[in-house]
Nanobody, 120 residues
Framework: QVQLVESGGGLVQAGGSLRLSCAAS????????MGWYRQAPGKQRELVAH???????NYADSVKGRFTISRDNAKNTGYLQMNSLKPEDTAVYYC??????????????WGQGTQVTVSS
């Protein structure tokens, strides 16, 4: 089993910054991709940013130029640096990873979510 633990959420004023972390643990052989999603009250969960094992990234239009996704393969940890935060960024942010276990079984895991609240 693979577990994800997210951290770094909180309350910040508009224009501020936060850095989210997503640490994966368990019987991991490799992590192929990591993604950050968010879900605001009454809205569907949406993809915010995604990074492949090779480092290719893509972002939702609403966060381009403000958010940066990165990963530390040695630590099985992903990050989401969020700058110039806006009230509309307020949501629960979830980490998702896809990879292969040491038993050569593919996995996909979700974190428990971390709340990000941006005040105006």
């Amino acid at each position: 089993q693979v577990q994800l633990v997210e951290s770094g959420g909180g309350l910040v004023q508009a224009g501020g910054s936060l850095r989210l972390s997503c640490a994966a643990s368990g019987s991991i052989l490799s992590i192929n991709s990591m993604g950050w999603y968010r879900q605001a009250p009454g809205k569907q969960r949406e993809l915010v940013a995604h990074i492949t094992s090779g480092g290719s990234t893509n972002y939702a239009d609403s966060v381009k130029g403000r958010f940066t996704i990165s990963r530390d393969n040695a630590k099985n940890t992903g990050y989401l640096q969020m700058n110039s935060l806006k009230p509309e960024d307020t949501a629960v942010y979830y980490c998702n990873t896809k990879g292969v276990t040491k038993g050569f079984v593919g996995f996909g895991s979700w974190g428990q979510g971390t709340q990000v609240t941006v005040s105006s």
